[in-house]
């Protein structure tokens, strides 16, 4: 009676021996390719091992010759089986294995050595049949049930190793980045909860925007004006400054509750803006437009928006636009004139028709085929063609800052 011999004898030995060491050690071996997990077997066994020079007679296998080393430790002895050994054994890659190795599975699981064991048989499974055994080196079934244990470890491995990794990425990264989000978050809401009560309070205190305005509203004060001011006639430095005017033209626009507001005078340019304190009541902030991040000779007006009326006037905190230290406070009324909707402003300039008339030129397109065009100068108040309008922009309209005669002409000289 034959035994199996080479691979399919030594896996399934070796797979005999692992239950077995489980069973009674209740340490669990874990079968992949680190050789490290073979090691506490491999040690038990070669306490067997390395008996072998003696036990020949005793247990039944061919005799070894004794190990010439002197009291050497594991696994520098002769007859040392390593984890690696196991290893490569198991798994099917050594063709023809050490007899020791054979011989000590045998004593381990059986109690006997090989030559023992074929005389007498006491597990089935090593007998060789010639019609049900594999061919030589055919140990498929064995081996690849031996793969797929060591596969299925080494994916559980893999997950595991997967699973740390991540945790390791989230404690490490994703918690401390969440944390600084959270603080950064906390951060911006405080500091935009301070610029809204900040701005809450600007509103207030400067009386902005108090009044929703409406579409009538909005449709009444956009547009293009043309305004009269009485303003020339407060200028000390103009020996004929009786009875003077100059027309601005104005653009209105209206943006996000208030209005933008453009004005071209004669001389020089002012911008700023209105909004409504009430129903039908505005106030005009403006100053002169420069290229200075600077505020120059701002001015103030209320006027009321009476539907019907071809003029409007407005009373102003104003100056009187003069030279140098002559430039001074003055109250003055305003006369407004609504003009059209729509289109858009150019200043004409460096031409010569600017020579011609000594004016600054306005045209204001209306649509692709009507243009209007607006000479800005200083004239005489009795040019107007209103009677109404002339009184209302007169000497008696201005009031100065600080009363003197000689500042306002009452009539002509």
């Known amino acids: 009676m034959n035994l199996k011999k080479g691979k399919e004898e030594i896996i399934y030995l070796l797979n005999q021996a692992i239950a077995k060491f489980q069973k009674e050690t209740g340490k669990e071996v874990v ?28 247990l039944g296998h061919h005799p070894y010759e004794p190990d010439a080393g002197k009291e050497q430790q594991y696994p520098f002895r002769k007859y040392d ?27 381990y699981v059986y109690g006997v050595g090989r030559k023992a064991f074929e005389q007498e048989p006491l597990d089935p499974l090593l007998i060789a049949d010639p019609e049900t055994s594999l061919p030589k080196d055919s140990y498929s079934i064995l081996q690849e049930n031996q793969q797929l244990k ?24 994703l918690v401390p980045a969440c944390f600084l989000l959270l603080i950064a978050s906390l951060y911006l809401w405080y500091q935009q909860q301070k610029e809204q009560e900040a701005w809450a309070n600007l509103k207030k205190d400067f009386n902005l925007l108090p009044y929703k305005v409406s ?31 100059v027309t601005n033209l104005i653009e209105i626009k209206y943006k996000n509750g208030y209005f933008t507001y453009e004005r071209y005078g004669a001389s020089f340019n002012h911008t700023g803006y209105i909004q409504f304190e009430a129903p039908g009541l505005i106030s005009i902030h403006s100053r002169i437009k420069n ?21 409007l006037n407005a ?48 045209r204001w397109q209306k649509d692709a085929k009507s243009t209007n065009t607006f000479y800005l100068k200083n004239m005489s108040l009795d040019s107007l063609e209103s009677s ?11 009031l100065l800052k600080d009363p003197a005669e000689e500042f306002i002409i009452k009539k002509k000289q």
Request: charge should be positive.
């Open 315 to 362: 009373i102003s905190a104003s100056w009187s636009f003069d030279v140098g230290s002559k430039n001074r406070i003055i109250g003055i009324r305003e006369v407004y004139q609504k003009v059209g909707k729509g289109g858009h402003i150019q200043e004409v300039i460096n031409s010569v028709e600017n020579a011609s008339c000594q004016c600054k030129i306005i």
């Open 31 to 58: 079968q992949n390719t680190n050789r490290k997990n073979y090691e506490s077997l491999a040690i038990t066994l070669s306490e067997i091992s390395n008996q072998l020079p003696f036990t020949a007679a005793s």
């Open 150 to 173: 060591i596969t299925l470890a080494n994916l559980r491995n893999e997950r595991k190793g997967r699973i740390d990794r991540r945790y390791k990425l989230i404690r490490n990264v």
């Open 388 to 398: 109404e309008m002339r009184h209302m922009i007169d000497e008696t309209s201005i």
């Open 81 to 107: 089986i390593t984890g690696g050994q196991i290893k490569d054994a198991l798994m099917g890659l050594v063709a023809n294995p050490r007899p020791f190795l054979v011989d000590t599975c045998y004593i």
């Open 291 to 311: 290229n200075q991040d600077i505020v120059e000779s701002p001015r103030h007006s209320l006027m009321n928006l009476e539907p019907g009326k071809p003029f």
């Open 215 to 245: 579409q009538a509203e909005i449709d009444s004060l956009e547009g293009i004006w043309i305004c009269y001011i009485g303003s020339p006639q407060a200028r000390l430095s103009d020996p004929n400054r009786y009875h003077k005017v």
